[in-house]
């Protein structure tokens, strides 16, 4: 059974991201904060869920949060300050964008920065622990998932409306097929060493 929150008392937000090891695409993070009286019989991590459920339970999160946001952080970026801090950049991004500012942030994993003044907890595994973290999870997941399924229109070789950037087999095939697109991270190991790539 997952607790509602770390702290009772305090206006608390959830927090996590997606796509942190995809060859493609951006890491996106959601932040959520639940009403104390939140529950739903089968909220939980977003790896769980069928994309059906995810995508069920996506509405219920944006229809009855106090608050919730999502933020991209995009290839170029990712390149630059690389996916770690992209992934606690996209956090902080959709803590921003919060309507009401948390009074504490609850982060799925173990690394963040701080944000401001705002006290913070890491919790390993904590999107199967906690709601708002669960919550933030199958945003994070739901927003990238269809920015994926956006650009697969234009570039169908890489089947992203499948794999949504993930590398699988067939990624990997396609990438040595047909080179990079400009949605491939550029600092990341698109192919095992023994291929080569069309650049």
């Known amino acids: 059974m997952l607790q509602l929150k770390i702290h009772s008392s305090l206006l608390e937000c959830g927090t996590d991201e997606a796509g942190r090891g995809c060859l493609a695409g951006p890491v996106t993070a959601a932040a959520v904060i639940l009403p104390d009286d939140f529950n739903h019989p089968f909220l939980t991590d977003s790896k769980q869920l069928s994309e059906k459920k995810r995508l069920l339970l996506k509405e219920v999160i944006e229809t009855e949060a106090k608050a919730c946001a999502v933020a991209h952080v995009m290839m170029d970026e990712i390149d630059t300050i690389n996916i770690l801090n992209a992934s606690i950049l996209a956090m902080h991004r959709a803590i921003e964008k919060l309507t009401t500012p948390p009074e504490f942030i609850a982060i799925d994993g173990n690394r963040f920065k701080p944000f401001g003044k705002t006290p913070y907890e890491c919790v390993i595994k904590g999107d199967s622990k906690y709601l708002h973290i669960a919550a933030a999870s199958i945003l994070a997941k739901t927003a990238r998932d269809a920015f994926m399924k956006r ?49």
């Not at 992203?160 to 491939?184: L, M």
Request: aromatic content about 14%; glycine content about 4%.
């Open 151 to 199: 650009i697969h229109d234009d570039y169908p070789m890489y089947n992203w409306q499948k794999n949504k950037g993930y590398p699988t087999v067939e990624h990997r095939a396609a990438i040595q097929k047909y080179g990079v697109s400009p949605f491939h991270r550029k600092s990341f190991k698109l192919l095992p060493e023994q291929l080569k790539l069309k650049l």
